[in-house]
């Protein structure tokens, strides 16, 4: 029994689909202009994790999308005018507290 755990156990991972294009970005050295440059999936995926991670607990699972907005078209701003500034420091002018 336990010489055919091995085998079925291979071909369940050869089975399964693995992400097509999985990508690890680092925000912390992301530059603006990288990020201007990165497209629109990878654009709206950090703008929405930047949110989040701004907003902390304070307004538990609330999204307001009017001040998303607002705040991505700050940021688009603010990175156009500073393209060698990282995403962080773009992130902490724009939703910092």
């Keep these: 029994m336990k010489s055919l755990i091995a085998p079925l156990v291979a071909a369940a991972f050869m089975l399964s689909p693995a992400p ?10 992301m530059s603006c202009k990288q990020f201007v440059e990165s497209g629109d999936d990878t654009i709206k995926m950090v703008l ?10 304070q307004d538990e699972a609330l999204f307001d999308t009017e001040e998303f907005v607002a705040n991505a078209k700050k940021f688009g ?6 393209p060698t500034v990282s995403i ?10």
């Design 20 to 29: 097509a294009s999985a990508v690890v970005l680092d925000l912390s050295t």
């Design 48 to 57: 929405i994790w930047l949110d989040g991670w701004y907003k902390g607990d």
């Design 77 to 82: 701003t603010y990175c156009a005018e500073h």
């Design 88 to 97: 962080v420091t773009a992130a902490e002018k724009i939703l910092g507290k």
